[in-house]
Each structure stands twice: as C-alpha cells, then as structure tokens.
DNA sequence: AAAAATGTGTCAGATTATCTTACAATGGAG
DNA sequence: CTCCATTGTAAGATAATCTGACACATTTTT
C-alpha cells in the first residue's frame, strides 16, 4: 500500500513545479541559470524536474524570503553538500 | 524527511505516464474512452494524472497481460470498488 | 549621484507536446 | 470470411516550453 515516487525521478515539467511551488516559469529557470537547481531534460530538451527539485525551489523561496540573495542561497546549499559529506561523530 | 506527492494529485502529464507504465499514448487514451480511467484536465485540455492512475494502469496492463478484455477490467474494477464499500467482517 | 549589478516581468519566434478525429492493420471469435 | 476488439499512425489545430532579448524597479558599488 505505499509506491511514492522516488525522490530524484525527474518526472515533473516545468508546469507543474510553477503551481507546486508558487514561482513563475522566468523565476525557475533563473534560479537554475544561477546554478541553485540542475533539472534534466526529456528528448525535447524541456525541463523535468523530481520531488528533490521542488523541495529544494521550496527551500529557496524560503530564504529568499527571509532576505538571502542568490549567492547566500547558493553558499548555504554548497555548505549542506559539505555536511553530508564530512563525518563529525566521534 | 518525506514528503510524497498525494496519490491523487494529478501532476503527471501523459508522456511521464507513457515512461513510466510502458503504455502508449493511443493505449492510454482508448482506456480513458472505455472508461477504466478518469485523468482530470489542465486549463489547456491536456490529460494530467495522478499516483493513483499510474498505479490503475499497470494493474490494466497485468491483467491485459493475462488475457482479460477491457469488459473484464473493468468489471474487476467494478468489483473492487465494491469491496471498499462493504463491510465483510462480523 | 552615477553606474553597475540583482531579480523579475514580458514579449517574440521557434520548437516540442498534446488533443481530436479518422482510417488502417492486426488478430481472435464465430 | 466477417465482425469485433485493440493498437498504430497520420493530419491539422491548439497548448506548452525553450531561448534570447529588452524593460523595470531595487539594491549595491564606485
């Protein structure tokens, strides 16, 4: 009784993610050409983006909000990337 | 740490549902017209479908599969729905 | 203050996706 | 063979997305 999607399936088009997160299409790409978001493309060379994707633009709204600008974005993002990646147990 | 998208929520449009149940878009939409499935439209009359109807369809293509006609698909279908609102147990 | 950078809106032209309708092809049942 | 169920395929129309450019209002920098 469960099958959810996994969370890097790039399965959403740009559509979708505008009325998932609230951010217009202009505001999507932007904040890829900015390097915060890297979404596939199909054969048609749209879009397609996964959950993680839309968790992530929802995280971005979230800063952006609180004032961070991009490159704060693009600074926190870059220092959870490095969270994961180092081992502070022991 | 979650969050999925609600099985019915209709996010998907019909070429990620092609992908992902190996049905063709001829198939899909003679299903729809034979009544197995109800996708809900966009504002520009485009299919969009949910968890729910992905799942429906690979349950389709097992029993096609199998042998069973459209009739008899839907028919099972029919049955299920009885099932939910029954109540068997006392 | 003037100049430059940020972030977003919007428009245009081109390409891709989807829709509906219609007709063809295949294969099974009688 | 004929009928029917299922799928393929094509055409023409509409919708969605892409890229690139310019505009505009706010900061930020010089």
Redesign the interface.
């Given at each position: 009784m469960k099958?959810?999607?996994p969370r890097r399936q790039a399965?959403?088009?740009i559509?979708?993610v505008m009325?998932?997160t609230n951010l217009s299409a202009r505001q999507i790409r932007y904040y890829e050409e900015q390097g915060l978001i890297k979404p596939s493309r199909?054969e048609g060379n749209q879009r397609m983006f996964s959950?993680e994707d839309i968790?992530r633009f929802l995280e971005i709204k979230k800063l952006i909000k609180q004032g961070v600008n991009i490159a704060g974005v693009k600074a926190i993002f870059a220092a959870k990337e490095l969270e994961k990646k180092t081992d502070y147990d022991e």
């Open positions: 099958s959810g999607i399965c959403f088009p559509r979708v009325e998932m199909n959950l968790e």
